[in-house]
């Protein structure tokens, strides 16, 4: 395979370039949510905006007086957004999160956001064994996002009792996958509470990594690492 010399940062600025930016828009009534999904790959957040940029998106039923101001975002929202969406294949915000403060007080607000779709490798490992990152030779690995928990009833639940695979509402996002494995070819992490918490005692969780291989610079030697 023919790889350039490019930093992580630039090759993932390009591949957003080539790549369609998806739009989301959710009008501001309490309770409403936005549903960000990827079919491919995982999202990458790049703008979102709570507020009013122009006097037409979701004006149906409204005064005038409630759309007049355009100018009107809150701070933070991409960072809020990004937090809890990117590195995902699907993502859902409730707009009431953002209701903790009013840049615009009688104007009536929305969520925009405008992402695109990452292509990237989808690795679950169930608790007490060993997650294996691999790349091609060559090519080096970049971790999006890794949760240590429970978010379903399907995945690792052989031979597990029932009452250890009912909460799933147990997360416990990890930088620890990223530290340890980004810029090397191949990687192995135990997938145990000892490595990455316990935070949800009584339910068999699993390790969700979602990573992408990158080309590695020419004369680097790959490395492999395993983390105790």
């Known amino acids: 395979m023919l790889c350039f010399r490019l930093s992580t940062t630039l090759l993932l600025a390009a591949t957003c370039s080539l790549m369609t930016a998806e739009r989301a828009i959710t009008c501001g009534s309490e309770g409403n949510v936005q549903r960000l999904s990827c079919d491919d790959g995982v999202i990458s957040v790049q703008t979102a905006l709570y507020g009013r940029a122009d006097a037409v998106t979701c004006s149906e039923g409204r005064p005038p007086a409630q759309l007049t101001n355009t100018q009107c975002s809150q701070v933070g929202t991409v960072d809020v957004v990004k937090k809890r969406c990117d590195g995902k294949r699907e993502c859902e915000l409730?707009?009431?999160?953002?209701?903790?403060?009013?840049?615009?007080?009688?104007?009536?607000?929305?969520?925009?956001?405008?992402?695109?779709?990452?292509?990237?490798?989808?690795?679950?490992?169930?608790?007490g064994s060993l997650a294996q990152l691999q790349c091609d030779q060559g090519q080096v690995i970049f971790v999006y996002g890794a949760d240590y928990?429970?978010?379903?009833?399907?995945?690792?639940?052989y031979q597990r009792p029932l009452n250890q695979i009912q909460n799933i509402s147990c997360s416990n996002p990890t930088g620890k996958v990223a530290d340890s494995c980004n810029g090397k070819n191949s990687c192995t992490i135990a997938v145990s509470n000892s490595v990455f918490g316990n935070p949800c005692i009584g339910t068999y969780k699993y390790l969700k990594v979602v990573y992408t291989c990158n080309c590695s610079h020419p004369g680097t030697t790959p490395v492999t690492t395993q983390l105790p």
């Open 149 to 157: 928990g429970r978010s379903d009833q399907t995945t690792c639940i």
């Open 94 to 127: 409730n707009i009431n999160i953002f209701y903790t403060s009013d840049p615009c007080k009688r104007t009536y607000k929305y969520l925009e956001t405008t992402y695109t779709c990452l292509p990237a490798i989808h690795l679950d490992a169930c608790e």
